[in-house]
């Protein structure tokens, strides 16, 4: 059973990076076809896809926040990160990690998009 | 990007059958059979119920069925329980320069 899990600080401070961590296990990160993505929530309010990767690097960000977000992935460690720079209050969220379909293997297009395994989310506070 | 638009709200009462709409438009719902749907309790993740507009994943209840006509997709809950109240969110694939769009979200209650 795939299973995501959010690490990184709960709290972080105006203008400074926001940094997150998703740890896989029970599946390779490593596997064709998946990618894995980063969606947001603020408090009382709906979802926002951030970004997504692919173990082979290739990144998809969300273009109202592509100028400040970098998602990362480490193999090694069946992981994957979100940097988000510049923070202010309006970043203030439930962050989860998710794996994200995107690829149609019938097609062999990329629109596929639905996020079918979630972590379990982690707050993030931006506050001084 | 817009995000699709969900009515607010939705009630209905136990065993009564509710329908949530999600509205777009052709470079989104209305171009593609790509929207998914999902289920999120309070302070809870959310949970994939529906994607490419009517399969549903293994272990989800075929109580929760989804369809579309035109730039509206639609997400229908059959035999409603009282595990059923939650947040419900519509996601498409978008051509708008980005890989996709959530929907604003529906508030279910069960009555």
């Known amino acids: 059973q795939l299973q995501l899990q959010e690490s990184g600080p709960g709290l972080v401070k105006p203008s400074e990076t926001l940094s997150l961590t998703c740890t896989v296990s029970?599946?390779?990160?490593?596997?064709?076809?998946?990618?894995w993505g980063w969606i947001r929530q603020p408090p009382g309010k709906g979802l926002e896809w951030i970004g997504t990767?692919?173990?082979?690097?290739?990144?998809y960000y969300n273009p109202s926040l592509r100028s400040r977000v970098t998602v990362s992935v480490d193999t090694s460690k069946n992981q994957f990160s979100l940097k988000l720079s510049s923070v202010s209050a309006a970043d203030t969220a439930v962050y989860y990690c998710?794996?994200?379909?995107?690829?149609?293997?019938?097609?062999?297009?990329?629109?596929?998009?639905?996020?079918?395994?979630w972590g379990q989310g982690t707050l993030v506070t931006v506050s001084s | 990007q817009s995000a699709l638009t969900q009515p607010a709200s939705v009630s209905g009462s136990p065993g009564q059958s509710i329908t949530i709409s999600c509205s777009g438009t052709?470079?989104?719902?209305?171009?593609?059979?790509?929207v998914s749907w999902y289920q999120q309790h309070p302070d809870r993740a959310p949970k994939l119920l529906i994607y490419?507009?009517?399969n549903r994943p293994s272990g989800v209840s075929n109580r929760f069925s989804g369809s579309k006509s035109g730039n509206t997709a639609s997400l229908t809950i059959s035999g409603l329980q009282a595990e059923d109240e939650a947040d419900y969110y519509c996601?498409?694939?978008?051509?708008?320069?980005?890989?996709?769009?959530f929907g604003t979200g529906t508030k279910v209650t069960v009555l």
């Open positions: 998710a794996r994200h379909v995107i690829y149609d293997v019938l097609t062999g297009y990329y629109r596929e998009h639905y996020f079918d395994h």
């Open positions: 029970g599946g390779s990160i490593s596997s064709s076809d998946d990618h």
């Open positions: 990767i692919y173990y082979s690097g290739s990144t």
């Open positions: 052709t470079s989104d719902v209305g171009g593609y059979n790509y």
């Open positions: 490419d507009v009517t």
């Open positions: 996601s498409s694939y978008t051509d708008k320069n980005t890989l996709g769009v």
